[in-house]
C-alpha cells in the first residue's frame, strides 16, 4: 500500500512547493544577490525587477479607463446637482442666522490685510471715476445749467423794490432781474469749473468711502433675507455656471492632465512590499487556488508514474 500512496504524496507536495515557489519569486527576492561578481537569475523578482515597467503599464490601463465622457456624466449627475444644490442650501440657511458683518464674512476668505487694500483700492478706483466724470465739460456745463435755470426762477419771483405792480407794470422789475440774471450766469460760468476741480475730488472720495464702509457694515443675515429673490436667482446661475464650466473646461483639464503618467508615479512612489499587499489583497484566492492546483497536478503525477 505504501508504494501507492508514497508517489502521490511526493507529487502532490513537489506540485504544491513548486508553485507556492514560483509565486513567491514574483515578489522575492527584492534586490538582485551576486556570487563573485555574477548576479544570481531570478533576482531581484518579477515584481521588484520590473517596477518601472508594471508602474507605466497600470499608468497607461488608468488613461485608457479614464473617458471625458464618463467623468462628464459623473459631474453632471443628478446625485452631484442635488449634492451641490443642497450645499448652496444649506449655507445660505446658515447665512439668514450670521451676525457677521459683509466685511467680517469677506475675511475667512481673504486676509484681513488683503482686505483692506482691496477696499482702499475699490474706494480710490470709483473716486478717481466720479471725478473724471464731475471734470468732464459737458458735465460742468451741464451742473451750471441747472443752477443758473434755478436762480433764474428765483430771481424772476423777487420784488427785490417792493414796489409789487408798479414796478411790474414800468419794468423796472425786470430790468433789475435781467441785470442779476446776466451778473450771477457771469460768476456762475467763470466760477464752476474751479469750484468743482477744487473741491470735488474730497467731496467724491468722502461720499465713496462712507458708502463702500456702509455697505461692508451691513450684516449678512439682513442681505440674506432681504435679497431672498436674487439669492435664489444667483443659486441657480451657479449651477447653471458650473454645468457650462463642467461642459466647456472639462476637455482641456483632461487633455493637459497627463494620466497615466500621475498613476505611474503613484505607483512608483508605493515601496515593492506595498505593491505587493495591493497585489496580495486582489488575488490573494486565485493564487492560493494555483497552489491547490499545483498539488492536483502533482498527485496526478504521482497516480500516472504507478501504472507506468
Known sequence: MFEYIFPIVVGALIGWITNKVAIKMIFRPLRAHYIFGHRIPFTPG???KGHDRIARSI????????KIESIKATLLSDNIIGRISAYIDDFILRQTKNGETLKEFISHAVPAD??????VNAKEDASAELNKMLNNSEFINTVADKIIEHVELKINSMDILGLGVFASLTGLQRKINSYLRDGIRKVLRDNIRSIIENNAEGIVYGICNKGINKVMSIPVSSIVKDQKVSIDALKEYLISGYKKGVDKYLPRIVENINISKIVENSVLELDVLEVEK????VISNELRWIEIFGALLGALIGVLNIFV
Open 46 to 48: 518579477i515584481i521588484p
Open 59 to 66: 499608468g497607461n490601463i488608468g488613461e485608457n479607463l479614464v
Open 114 to 119: 488683503v482686505l483692506d487694500e482691496l477696499l
Open 278 to 281: 495591493l497585489l496580495l489583497d
